[in-house]
C-alpha cells in the first residue's frame, strides 16, 4: 500500500488511492496513530467517480468520518494534480458535496462552498457562540484578544465540543483584514495547528456581521497566514500545502 503524507497550514494527512468504497475506519485509526502507527490528523483515499475528477472517503485520526475538511480538500488537490489524476483547476466530491480546486506551485485554493448560520447568541461562560455549518459544524465565538485564547481550558473547549457535537473556535478579530483564531477540533479531540473548516466559519461570521474586509487574512496556531474571500455566496480558502514523504506499506 502507497501512502503520500502532506501538510497543510499544520494539519497532517495520509492520502491513497482506492477503487472501491469499504469502511476504511479501524485502518485510518491504526495508520493515524502517533505512537504506534505513521501518525497523522486524518486519512483521505480517492476513488474514481464518472462526474468528477474523483470523490474521496475522509477519516478524522479516530476512525470517525467528516464530510468536509478544508486542509486535506488542498493536499488532496495538490496530490491529485501531481499524481496526474487531475488538472490544475479541477472539481472533487466531498461527503459535503463538490470542490472547486486551483493548484498554482505550493499554493492550493479550494471553495468551502456555501456556510450557514445555524443559530445564533450561544451563551457558554459569558462567551457569545454562533452555530455554523461549513461542511462540518462550528460553534464560533469572538474574544476581544488573542491573549484570551488562554483564559479557556481545554476541558471547557472538550466540553462545548461533546454537548454541541461540533467544533469550537475563539477568534480575536484584530482589523479590517486580519483575524486569529483556534480550534478545538472534532475527531482529533484537540487544539489542532490549523483547521480549514474552521478558518471558513470564522470568517463568514466576520464578514456577515461586517466586520471585515471581502478579503481576509486568518493566522491559526501554526502561524501560516490563510486567504479567504467571499465570491458570491460561497467561501474560498487559500494557502500553501507541502508534499512530506512517500510510504509504502
Known sequence: MWLTKYNASGNDFLISIGFIKKNRSK???KLCNRFSGIGADGFVVLLPNKKFAYEW???NSDGSNANMCGNASRCVAHYAYNNKLASKNHTFLSGAGEIKANVSNDMVEINLGRVAILKENIIEDNLNF?????GV???VSFVKSKNNFNDYEINFLRKLRLKYNAN??????????NISL????RGVENITLACGTGMGAVYFLARYNNKI???AVLTPPSNE????RKIENEVYFKGKVQKIAEIFI
Do not use: G, M, Q, W
Request: proline residues 3%; glycine residues 0%; negative net charge.
Open 57 to 59: 472517503e475522509f477519516y
Open 130 to 134: 454562533s452555530l455554523l455549518d461549513s
Open 137 to 139: 459544524p462550528h460553534l
Open 225 to 228: 497566514k490563510l486567504y479567504l
Open 182 to 185: 483556534l480550534t478545538y477540533e
Open 168 to 177: 469550537v473556535n475563539l477568534a480575536c478579530i484584530l482589523d479590517r483584514e
Open 213 to 215: 474586509n471581502n478579503n
Open 27 to 29: 485502518l485510518a485509526k
